[in-house]
């Protein structure tokens, strides 16, 4: 089992910058790969963004290309979302989640991928 755990979400006003955490605990945590997903109200869940074991591959979704950065750190069992630059479309419940795949690539499915955990509220106020 592993258990992850979102912190870092709020209320910021467009334009501003909100940092997310992901803490996970369970599992050797550089054997994952990590994602970043959101949900907005009456929205599907949508990839945000992505990165390998090692952290040395990352991919993003094209709204958030160029104001988020995904890293880890695997000495302390973490991924971040730096999100600056933010708008009104952001407004979403983010949520982490880890691959256990041990073969392929970073994907940016959903169903690929295998715990999750609760979420955190970021709302951007225009």
């Known amino acids: 089992q592993v258990q992850l755990v979102e912190s870092g979400g709020g209320l910021v006003q467009a334009g501003g910058s909100l940092r997310l955490s992901c803490a996970a605990s369970g599992r050797t945590f550089s054997n994952y790969h990590m994602g970043w997903f959101r949900q907005a109200p009456g929205k599907e869940r949508e990839f945000v963004a992505a990165?390998?074991?090692?952290?040395?591959?990352?991919k993003y979704a094209d709204s958030v290309k160029g104001r988020f950065t995904i890293s880890r750190e695997n000495a302390k069992n973490t991924v971040s979302l730096q999100m600056n630059s933010l708008k009104g479309a952001d407004t979403a419940v983010y949520s982490c989640?880890?691959?256990?795949?041990?073969?392929?690539?970073?994907?940016?499915?959903?169903?690929?991928?295998?715990?999750w955990g609760q979420g955190t509220q970021v709302t951007v106020s225009s």
């Open positions: 990165i390998s074991r090692s952290g040395g591959r990352t």
């Open positions: 989640a880890a691959d256990f795949s041990p073969y392929g690539a970073v994907t940016t499915t959903p169903d690929d991928y295998d715990y």
